[in-house]
């Protein structure tokens, strides 16, 4: 390495070692702090233009069409919350490249509320969307955050997640996607106030407020308690847009109170349009919200709100063989490894969709039931080196689905 002396100079700027206010050592070179800010600087710029560009590019490329053709390969049905979603990311990614002029109108973030069962598709839409985004997106769960001070995690840990997406790039990250899971969970426990605090409801919905409005955060980079002495990353959260998701159990009654009518019964007025009981989620309302116990600071700075439609059999049944990555290509794929053809007889599948509209488990149970019906092939196969083709008819999986005792998860 090169020794410092009275003739060491800056191998840029050609400034001497007094000249500066220090001299960094390399090999056979020197940099002085100014060439070092200065690169930063050129560095900084030519990131941000790289960014922007990839924006345009974005623009250009995803209009709503396409990004819900996206969604259309990946998620069956929820033509309403796939349209919600693409016209809000579409719509964020124009906000983003928006130039802002004394005279000219700011756009401002729509942040989204998808209500829906379990095992409908919300958090499936999440995972699908962030494939096709060119901006940071992380998913995150509402269940585990509590108020500042309390065993759980910080609000901040949210925007510490999305910073990771971002390999901690805080220009990028301040132009991300959250979506938010289980928010339902951070309902208000009780409508009497008391005095005590509800540390992991009203308390987190109170925490949420100005991350979600928009304003600079100090976000612990390795978490809050573990790291204390660590230190902050600012981030600005004025365009990060917010996607919060949860089934909302037992809203229906609320919904159904507001419409005067009962989940199962009839209207009260003849003259009243007639009331879709099946799916009282479509007509749910900001109002609906906030009897369910959300405040309503948080709902006002969530306008938009969306549905997911409960899942029929005819979805269910799409839901098994028609995504890209359905429940059977991908058994098929598995056996395909052990170099075995995998055949399902269609009686089979209706026998799944049927079992898992009894059960009330939605697109996740139809995973559980198919996994008890292949489990004793899928261990036996890798050792029966003689088998090349497997048929899975009627029989057999009524067979393997009664040993699996599923009676046990039947709904009350």
């Known amino acids: 390495m090169a020794k410092q002396n009275k003739e060491s100079r800056c191998s840029f700027c050609h400034s001497g070692k007094h000249e500066t206010l220090m001299l960094i050592e390399g090999m056979d070179a020197f940099i002085c702090d100014k060439c070092v800010t200065q690169a930063n600087q050129l560095l900084a710029q030519e990131l941000g233009t790289k960014n922007t560009k990839n924006i345009q590019t974005a623009i250009s490329l995803l209009k709503p069409l396409e ?44 942040n989204i509320m998808l209500v829906g069962e379990t095992g409908t598709g919300k958090t499936l839409l ?14 995150c769960d509402a269940t585990v955050l509590t108020e500042a001070g309390y065993v759980g995690e910080d609000v901040e840990s949210i925007l510490t997640r999305l910073l990771q997406a971002a390999d901690y790039d805080v220009a990028a990250a301040e132009r991300g ?6 928010v339902d969970k951070v309902a208000r426990k009780s409508d009497n106030p008391s005095i005590t605090r509800d540390v992991s409801g009203e308390g987190v ?11 600079v955060v100090n976000v612990p980079p390795q978490g809050g308690r573990k790291h204390p002495d660590q230190k902050m990353i600012p981030v600005n959260t004025n365009n990060i847009l917010f996607i919060c998701g949860g ?10 109170n507001r419409l005067r009518t009962q989940a199962v019964g009839y209207k009260v007025k003849k003259d009243e349009a007639v009331l879709d009981l099946k799916n009282l989620y479509k007509y749910i309302t900001p109002q609906d919200l906030k009897s ?53 007889e269609d009686d089979v599948l209706d026998f799944i ?38 048929h899975i008819n009627l029989d057999y999986a009524i067979e393997k689905f009664e040993k699996a005792d599923f009676k046990k998860l039947q709904a009350a």
């Not at 016209?87 to 700011?106: F, G, P, S, T």
């Not at 996607?177 to 289980?182: A, L, N, P, R, S």
């Open 292 to 344: 369910f116990g959300l405040i309503p600071e948080l709902i006002g700075r969530i306008p938009v709100l969306s549905h997911l439609n409960p899942l029929d059999k005819e979805s269910l049944r799409n839901i098994l063989t028609a995504p890209k990555n359905s429940l059977i290509k991908q058994y098929i794929k598995l056996f395909a490894y052990e170099d075995v053809n995998l055949v399902f």
């Open 177 to 182: 996607i959250v979506y938010i899971d289980e």
């Open 126 to 139: 999440a995972k699908t969307i962030a494939k096709i985004l060119h901006v940071p997106f992380c998913i």
């Open 247 to 256: 089934a909302f159990d037992g809203i229906e009654r609320k919904i159904a």
């Open 67 to 110: 990004i819900k053709q996206h969604l259309d390969q990946y998620v069956i049905g929820q033509d309403d919350a796939k349209k919600v979603l693409s016209v809000a990311v579409y719509n964020h990614y124009k906000r983003l490249n928006q130039k802002i002029d004394k005279d000219e109108i700011e756009i401002e973030k729509s």
């Open 353 to 390: 969709v049927d079992k898992a509209m009894e059960y009330k488990l939605g697109a996740r149970g139809l995973r559980s039931i198919c996994e008890a019906i292949m489990l004793d092939a899928m261990f036996d196969t890798p050792t029966q080196t003689d088998v090349k083709e497997l």
């Open 205 to 215: 919905q109170q925490a949420l407020l100005k991350i979600l409005e928009g304003t």
